[in-house]
């Protein structure tokens, strides 16, 4: 079938700052495609204009093969839900006056669905308790759960609707490290039961490993890499991913950032004015003088997906970051 999403040329600029600067992906029915990058890279405002809380600058959402880019509050109704999205930190994301049941129960209430009270009770305890809640929480208001019951609640609210497609923004790392692991099974468990699409908002790499199917690395609003995860895993090809990928084996996360540091150096620049030429250059252990004036474009290679760096080689060969610099 079409693509539950596809983003031609999504840009989205705040006054001067290029958050988004021409990104272009499709997802499938039923895939998982993960959006990594460093924070400041764009991810959340991709994920923003997807559910139309930001209207994009310039280029076009499609959902489910349909243009909703000019769609206003009226006519984008129909296709509300379609798409939800669950956002990283769940006590800014519920409303704290609403009961539990209410929070769950509006996107019903909201698209004229889901019957009368009886039916929409009905529903909220189904959802619930497909979120491994008890029926009873829905009594309850929002600041009486704990962080991970409340990211469950946000899951319900976001699946009450059925939506083909998921955006999932950084779901768990607002939460303590004791419940992410419990809350990204039960994401992984409901995605593969319910079999809706997911884009994976995340710079976790070891979530990505575990839950999706494609990757599509994003850097200060651009798509610089994307694969399935085992290509992208297996042979990462962009300077960028191989420096990403290289940091995330180290278990000690002290050691991860100052593994990164050293491959990468500084912050990620400004999207205000970024680098010219290829904009990962400043911070490229590979870059050669090219990198600075010409703008690589993000093509299709051998092997799979697509890569945007001039030393890739049509056949998806290069050289790695990992061996040109000291471990
Ligand atoms: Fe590095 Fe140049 Fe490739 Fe950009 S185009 S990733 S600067 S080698
Ligand atoms: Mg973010």
Redesign the pocket.
């Known amino acids: 079938g079409a693509p539950v999403l596809e983003l031609e040329d999504l840009v989205m600029h705040f006054g001067p700052v290029r958050a988004v600067d021409g990104v272009s992906l499709s997802i499938a029915p039923g895939r998982v495609t993960a959006l990594v990058g460093e924070s400041g890279s764009g991810k959340s405002t991709v994920g923003r204009c997807v559910v139309r809380l930001l209207s994009p600058t310039s280029g076009t959402v499609r959902l489910g093969g349909t243009d909703v880019t000019g769609l206003g509050r009226r006519a984008m109704r129909p296709h509300r839900r379609e798409v939800s999205i669950v956002f990283q930190d769940p006590a800014g994301s519920l409303d704290p006056r609403m009961l539990v049941g209410d929070v769950v129960a509006e996107p019903l209430r909201l698209q004229g669905r889901g019957g009368g009270r009886a039916e929409r009770e009905r529903r909220v305890a189904e959802q619930l308790e497909r979120v491994g809640l008890d029926r009873s929480v829905a009594q309850r208001y929002p600041h009486e759960l704990s962080g991970g019951q409340r990211q469950r609640v946000s899951l319900a609210r976001a699946l009450v609707s059925e939506p083909r497609l998921l955006v999932a923004d950084e779901p768990t790392s607002a939460l303590d490290v004791s419940v992410q692991a419990s809350v990204l099974n039960l994401l992984a468990d409901l995605q593969r039961d319910i079999g809706f699409a997911c884009l994976f908002i995340t710079h976790d790499l070891s979530a990505v490993e575990y839950l999706a199917d494609d990757i599509a690395v994003l850097y200060l609003g651009q798509v610089v890499e994307t694969g399935t995860r085992e290509e992208v895993f297996a042979r990462p090809r ?3 991913t191989q420096a990403l990928l290289a940091a995330a084996p180290v278990a000690d996360p002290v050691r991860q950032r100052e593994r990164t540091r050293v491959l990468l150096g500084d912050d990620l620049p400004s999207a205000i004015d970024p680098p010219s030429g ?1 904009r ?2 400043t911070r ?1 252990p ?3 003088d090219r ?1 600075a004036t010409e703008e ?1 474009v993000l093509r299709t290679v051998g092997g799979g997906g697509s890569v945007a ?3 890739v080689d049509d056949d998806g060969s290069g050289p790695d970051v990992r061996d040109a610099t000291p471990g």
Do not use: R
Request: charge should be neutral; charged fraction near 0%.
């Open positions: 962009h300077p960028y290829c990962f250059h490229c590979l870059a050669v990198c690589p760096c001039h030393l």
